[in-house]
């Protein structure tokens, strides 16, 4: 699986970006595909994430109600709309995929895990000016 992630760029503090993640190869059967941030210094934490058979979501704390994650199945693609934007949001930010295994809690706690992700994408870089 090869993931390209794009759409990253320079916004002030308010704006929006939508980031896009193009997954190409074959996936597992059950699979989420989610959005990590990394900032320098910092550890790569849990953005959002999306669950591509059932379309189920989850999002980190500072995501609820700023960020929207979304997919189009037909074009294997991912989505991450971003809004309300602050300084804090800058990083650079990874698609990944990861396997799921239809157990509901062992998956929820695996796609929001950076540490379990089986592929990555190159990253995009987002920064927020104050």
């Known amino acids: 699986v090869q993931l390209q992630a794009s759409g990253g760029g320079l916004v002030q503090a308010g704006g929006s970006l939508r980031l896009s993640c193009a997954a190409s190869?074959?996936?597992?059967?059950?699979?989420?595909m989610g959005w990590f941030r990394q900032a320098p210094g910092k550890e790569r934490e849990f953005v959002a994430t999306i669950f591509w058979n059932n379309g189920k979501t989850y999002y980190a704390e500072f995501a609820e109600g700023r960020f929207t994650i979304s997919k189009d199945n037909a074009k294997n693609m991912a989505y991450l709309q971003m809004n309300s934007l602050k300084p804090e949001d800058t990083s650079v930010y990874y698609c990944?995929?990861?396997?799921?295994?239809?157990?509901?809690?062992?998956?929820?706690?695996?796609?929001?895990?950076?540490?379990?992700?089986?592929?990555w994408g190159q990253g995009t870089q987002v920064t927020v000016s104050s």
């Open positions: 190869g074959r996936a597992f059967s059950s699979y989420a």
């Open positions: 990944a995929v990861t396997s799921l295994s239809d157990l509901e809690n062992v998956d929820r706690m695996k796609a929001t895990s950076p540490l379990m992700p089986d592929y």
